[in-house]
């Protein structure tokens, strides 16, 4: 029973923590260095299948924008459908070539509170400087993002390989850079998330049935009820990201970022 609420309270932390520019993977450390779900080995795992949740997210919110095949559409509307795959594939090489390079190193050395602490509060900083000094803004529709400009973005999702830095935030900020509005930025950020988290989910997984074996049933259940509190937690974050940057900029990301990355110090590190 205990397995099961910490179960839940992960699924609606990756929910929410995985579409704003805070950290999914850096949070849900600190949760396990707290209260952790056992054995260690699953949890590795654990922490990264249920992203596929928050994958399943877009795919259902986004379906009319991401499907090039849907009927409703012209001709031209599943040509930019198909070019906005493009892009997203472009984007997405940088992480998926260094990821793969790198996946062990990060998993063994870098997954580490005071590595999450000191991410947590660097690019909290950068994020208050950028919206300080704001570039304008050059890309106000999706569409509009270029070729060279999603492969940036790539670039900076690279980043995010550090625990604690946010995919998301990552990508906000490489958007941004590149002079895109903050939805576009924040719904790009979105649609790399796909082949990424599901890459990614992907590749534990076969390296945990490789090295420990077969999952127990108990531990499928609670990957399946994990990914699905995600989901459903994913449909609400989303859609209130996508409402407050209308209005809002990520400053108050920035200064979260920095609170709780001085408290990791305080709590881990120092006390």
Request: charge should be positive.
């Amino acid at each position: 029973m205990i397995d099961i609420i910490k179960t839940i309270f992960l699924g609606i932390l990756q929910g929410i923590t995985e579409w704003l520019p805070i950290s999914s993977t850096g949070h849900l450390i600190l949760f396990s260095s707290i209260w952790p779900l056992e054995p260690a080995k699953f949890f590795e795992v654990f922490k990264v299948v249920i992203q596929f949740g928050s994958i399943l997210a877009v795919l259902v919110l986004y379906e009319q924008k991401l499907n090039p095949f849907d009927s409703r559409k012209s001709a031209k509307k599943k040509k930019q459908t198909l070019q906005l795959w493009s892009k997203v594939i472009v984007g997405v090489i940088p992480a998926a070539i260094i990821g793969l390079l790198l996946d062990n190193i990060i998993e063994d050395y870098l997954s580490k509170n005071i590595v999450i602490a000191i991410t947590l509060i660097l690019y909290g900083m950068i994020f208050i400087f950028v919206e300080k000094h704001p570039k304008k803004e050059k890309i106000q529709t999706i569409e509009r993002l270029d070729y060279k400009s999603a492969l940036k973005i790539g670039c900076f999702q690279c980043l995010a390989l550090i625990p604690g830095t946010s995919r998301s935030g990552a990508t906000i900020l490489g958007g941004l850079y590149c002079g895109c509005s903050r939805t576009v930025a924040s719904e790009f950020s979105f649609f790399l998330a796909i082949p990424v988290m599901f890459g990614a989910s992907l590749l534990k997984v076969i390296k945990y049935l490789m090295k420990v074996g077969l999952f127990s049933f108990g531990q499928l259940f609670l990957l399946v009820l994990g990914t699905f509190v995600a989901f459903v937690v994913s449909l609400f974050a989303i859609k209130a990201l996508l409402n407050y940057v209308k209005n809002h900029d990520f400053t108050v990301f920035g200064w979260y970022r920095i609170i709780l990355g001085i408290f990791v110090i305080l709590f881990f590190c120092i006390l």
